[in-house]
């Protein structure tokens, strides 16, 4: 297409002197050469097109390298964002099984964000009124009547008690309340436990949730009085 420009170029500015009719004229012969050209020389037309092909992908190359800096820019947006954004991403769960015979099923999620963990417990299928929750020290639950996991998570020796007034295993909850439809939920906020690392006296991770039938009443000793393992599940991290 640069020679058919040339041409008209030739055609039409060398001759300055010519009328407006002989330009006319020099033009359209010009097309008629050019038109002859393109259809001989289909290759030229080939090759610009496989030329702005080429242009297109080196363009979406570097909008990709673009991106990827973006988000490198972000990630290094200074390092206690970035320990928050890795922190809020630490999450465990359990899926609690009926234990003991009882029919009862529920789920456990851990959520650690900045230095606490909270926990959202749910269970169906339990019997109405208050029922003892702990962790367990052994992420075994595979005893009918989840005996397997062992007693309270102790890891400091500490007597049982009420979490929030003084003394108490780390494993130690409030009781959850279970409705008349046997439906029950418990949300706690614990800045004791971890999620993951080497600090075994912290660290969740396989330990089993215990849901008791009967409340815990925080001061018997080893473990509150609360009867049997109703239902059982193992931390692992998600
Ligand atoms: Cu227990």
């Given at each position: 297409m640069c020679i058919c420009y040339k041409l008209q170029h030739i055609f039409i500015s060398n001759k300055p002197k010519t009328t407006f009719m002989n330009k006319i004229t020099s033009f359209f012969y010009a097309v008629a050469l050019c038109s002859l050209l393109a259809a001989c020389g289909g290759n030229e037309t080939r090759s610009v097109d496989q030329d702005n092909t080429n242009e297109q992908s080196t363009d979406a190359t570097v909008g990709a390298n673009a991106t990827a800096d973006t988000?490198?820019?972000?990630?290094?947006?200074?390092?206690?964002?970035?320990?928050?954004?890795?922190?809020?991403?630490?999450?465990?769960?359990?899926?609690?099984?009926?234990?003991?015979?009882?029919?009862?099923?529920?789920?456990?999620?851990?959520?650690?964000?900045?230095?606490?963990?909270?926990?959202?417990?749910?269970?169906?299928?339990?019997?109405?009124?208050?029922?003892a929750v702990h962790l367990h020290q052994n992420g075994d639950c595979s005893k009918?009547?989840?005996?397997?996991?062992?007693?309270?998570?102790?890891?400091?020796?500490?007597?049982?008690?009420?979490?929030?007034?003084?003394?108490?295993h780390a494993g130690d909850m409030p009781n959850m309340e279970v409705g008349q439809d046997g439906k029950g939920k418990l949300e706690l906020t614990v800045n004791e436990w971890k999620i993951g690392g080497a600090d075994t006296t912290v660290n969740i991770i396989n330990k089993a949730i215990i849901v008791h039938a009967k409340a815990d009443d925080y001061k018997s000793q080893p473990a509150g009085n609360a009867g049997d393992r109703v239902g059982c599940g193992v931390i692992t991290m998600k």
């Open positions: 988000t490198t820019g972000m990630m290094a947006e200074g390092d206690t964002t970035g320990a928050m954004m890795m922190a809020a991403g630490k999450t465990a769960e359990a899926t609690i099984s009926s234990a003991s015979g009882s029919g009862l099923s529920g789920k456990a999620t851990f959520t650690e964000t900045g230095g606490t963990v909270k926990l959202v417990l749910t269970v169906e299928n339990a019997t109405p009124g208050p029922h009918p009547d989840a005996t397997s996991a062992g007693p309270h998570w102790n890891p400091t020796k500490n007597p049982h008690g009420k979490r929030g007034e003084g003394q108490h």
